[in-house]
């Protein structure tokens, strides 16, 4: 049987493909606003702030987190970024750190590091953008230490049926405006499945939230 072309397929991206200047643009002027800054900080002091040892930042973005890495508890930070637009706004975030960061072009399915190398990993608003969120884990789970910790937060599918038919029906719509973000993945399932222990866990935004937040630590075992 002949297989006819779907033409809403793509290709997936390697790292040096991946360019949204649109995108970064819209996101590097968002994240500066004051009501989301208001959420965001806690939870970036949460996640990021947290982190210790030789930390992995996985989807470093704009660099936003770099402020967050604490030099009393963090060795260095090796951040990893797959898409070129962030990268150009992220790069002047490295030299005003307080900690060592090496940032590079790579993707989560596919980490440029041995494993077992960090004690903990960094993942904020990352795993709506993941071309293959189970092998994107199943990488951050390899490079990282037995005993090691997993900071997230993400926004995830909504707890509500209908809230979470709502995100369904409007995945088209944000995967095309920003950056190929799916409004509906359930994180947590991923994170579980992978095999990780979690230890905390909670989550942020109303029952009609249309993008709710989940915050969490997990072990490696």
């Known amino acids: 049987m002949t297989q006819q072309h779907d033409p809403t397929t793509t290709e997936p991206e390697t790292p040096s493909q991946i360019f949204h200047p649109r ?3 819209f ?7 004051g009501t989301e800054r208001r959420l965001t900080d806690p939870l970036r002091q949460e996640t990021a702030g947290q982190a210790y040892g030789v930390v992995l930042e ?11 890495y604490q030099p009393e508890q963090v060795e260095r930070v090796e951040a990893i970024e797959p898409d070129a637009a962030m990268l150009a706004y992220a790069r002047p975030r490295v030299r005003q750190a307080a900690v060592p960061i090496t940032l590079t072009q790579a993707s989560t399915e596919a980490l440029p590091f041995p494993a077992a190398t960090f004690d903990s990993v960094v993942v904020t608003l990352v795993f709506c953008s993941v071309r293959d969120p189970a092998q994107g884990m199943r990488e951050i789970k390899r490079v990282l230490k037995p005993q090691g910790t997993l900071f997230m937060f993400e926004h995830v599918r909504s707890q509500r049926s209908v809230m979470a038919y709502l995100q369904d029906a409007i995945v088209p719509l944000t995967t095309r405006l920003f950056g ?12 579980r499945e992978a095999g990780f222990h979690i230890a905390n866990l909670r989550h942020v935004g109303g029952s009609f939230d249309l993008s709710p937040h989940l915050v969490l630590q997990a072990r490696r075992p």
């Open 27 to 33: 996101y590097e002027w968002y994240a500066h606003l």
């Open 23 to 25: 995108f970064a643009g």
């Open 180 to 191: 190929q973000c799916h409004w509906n993945r359930d994180t947590e399932r991923v994170v």
């Open 58 to 68: 996985v989807g470093a973005g704009t660099g936003l987190n770099f402020s967050w």
